[in-house]
């Protein structure tokens, strides 16, 4: 063999276990922790720290928003992020969706951008239309040591990502992608007769 072809053969062999490695370690080892939290399950107790719209601006307030304290109506939990269009996109169908059934729902807005300053997400929902702060939506953050997202048994990092708690603290839907208004009024309304 010349030396060509062993070194064909090296470079090939090293790019396959790399590749190899790579993949074993993104699928096994480096594998998020799942929760264990399921539809059919208590959905785990969480509190947020709430935006708020003082004095013409959002702002991260001193409020906080805990989950057990909305029992008694329907919760939407939905994460989403300032560089994500799609969850952008969604936010005017749950505000419209809050608006519509404000007596038995209570949408909870979590930016996932804990990485990110609470000063960047406000000053972008300042300069960015709608006028969030005009919003029905309850706005929330959390911090990277309180992750609700993975609390909560999300797993792939995709955005946007709902979750419907019936009025009992049950998780009754949990979806990863883009949500519209129907979507919501399909899986929402039958629990609206309960």
């Not at 936010?91 to 804990?114: C, G, I, T, W």
């Amino acid at each position: 063999m010349n030396k060509r072809k062993v070194l064909e053969i090296v470079a090939w062999s090293l790019a396959g276990a790399v590749l190899v490695g790579g993949l074993a370690y993104f699928n096994f080892v480096d594998k998020p922790i799942v929760s264990g939290v399921e539809i059919g399950d208590e959905c785990p107790d969480f509190t947020v720290q709430a935006y708020r719209a003082e004095n013409g601006k959002f702002t991260l307030s001193e409020e906080q928003i805990t989950l057990s304290e909305c029992r008694g109506k329907i919760v939407v939990v939905n994460f989403w992020a300032t560089w994500c269009t799609s969850c952008i996109a969604e936010l005017p169908d749950f505000n419209k969706f809050q608006e519509d059934h404000q007596s038995d729902v209570v949408v909870l807005a979590l930016n996932h951008e804990y990485y990110a300053t609470a000063e960047f997400v406000s000053n972008w929902m300042d300069k960015n239309q709608p006028t969030w702060a005009d919003y029905q939506l309850l706005f929330g953050r959390y911090e990277e040591d309180n992750d609700v997202y993975k609390a909560l048994g999300f797993t792939s990092g995709a955005l946007p990502g709902t979750m419907i708690v019936n009025r009992e603290g049950m998780i009754v839907y949990r979806k990863d992608g883009l949500m519209h208004y129907e979507d919501l009024q399909a899986e929402i309304g039958p629990l609206l007769k309960l």
